[in-house]
């Protein structure tokens, strides 16, 4: 079965544009959540959506935001890009937690 | 806030045994994972623990003491390709996974 596919894998952007990442989860899977790691901070927990909803959130800037779809597809976005935003953002999709999260391969963000 | 504790940096010889401790915040525990990352790919599950005690995985082992907040993953037999980042994160209370930054490990022929 597919895993979970992220899109686009790489990307530039400059400082004061907005971004819109795209996540795909496995096929059954409600639940997904977005993480951003960077060489210093590790994964920083973003957000999660379950069913549409969005079920918690970390400790990030309004400027971060995300939304679901009814099939279960995942968008995340950021506003007013700042250099500190470079980073590889992840997603992982789950069935529940004694499943595991299943992590797509990430997007590359790189703020210019 | 909650704070994951893993050594940054770790090495050993293939064929060796290596143990990378962890250690959490007992408060609003609800779970362990243990993921793999190799440089420039996606974390892979390797192991969850919710009971105190060991749990065995071919080459890989996890353990839990929920009482002193700590957790080590036990790597037998090292490989090469055994060479990566080890993440130890922790389910809090309302279900969100907090990872530590993460020990690399190299493994050394």
């Known amino acids: 079965k597919a895993g979970v596919t992220q899109t686009p894998r790489y990307l530039i952007k400059t400082r004061g544009q907005q971004v819109t990442l795209s996540c795909s989860p496995i096929?059954?899977?409600?639940?997904v959540s977005w993480y951003q790691q960077t060489p210093g901070q590790g994964l920083q927990f973003l957000f999660e959506?379950?069913?549409?909803?969005?079920?918690n959130k970390g400790n990030f800037p309004g400027r971060f935001s995300g939304r679901q779809f009814s099939n279960s597809r995942s968008e995340m976005n950021v506003s007013t890009l700042e250099l500190g935003d470079s980073a590889l953002y992840l997603c992982?999709?789950?069935?529940?937690?004694?499943?595991?999260?299943?992590f797509g391969s990430g997007t590359r963000l790189t703020v210019v | 806030g909650q704070n994951i504790d893993q050594p940054t940096e770790m090495t050993a010889t293939e064929g060796a045994i290596v143990q990378i401790n962890c250690t959490y915040q007992?408060?609003?525990?609800?779970?362990l994972f243990w993921y793999q990352q190799h440089a420039g790919e996606a974390p892979t599950f390797l192991s969850y623990?919710?009971?105190?005690g060991l749990e065995e995985k071919g080459r890989f082992s996890s353990f839990l003491s929920r009482s002193k907040g700590y957790s080590y993953l036990l790597l037998k037999e090292l490989q090469m390709k055994d060479s990566a980042s080890y993440l130890c994160?922790?389910?809090?209370?309302?279900?969100?996974?907090?990872f530590g930054t993460g020990t690399r490990l190299q493994v050394f022929p």
């Open positions: 992982a999709s789950s069935l529940g937690q004694l499943n595991g999260y299943t």
């Open positions: 096929s059954g899977h409600r639940s």
């Open positions: 959506y379950f069913s549409e909803t969005q079920r």
């Open positions: 007992t408060s609003g525990f609800n779970g």
């Open positions: 623990n919710v009971l105190d």
């Open positions: 994160a922790q389910v809090d209370n309302t279900d969100k996974l907090i």
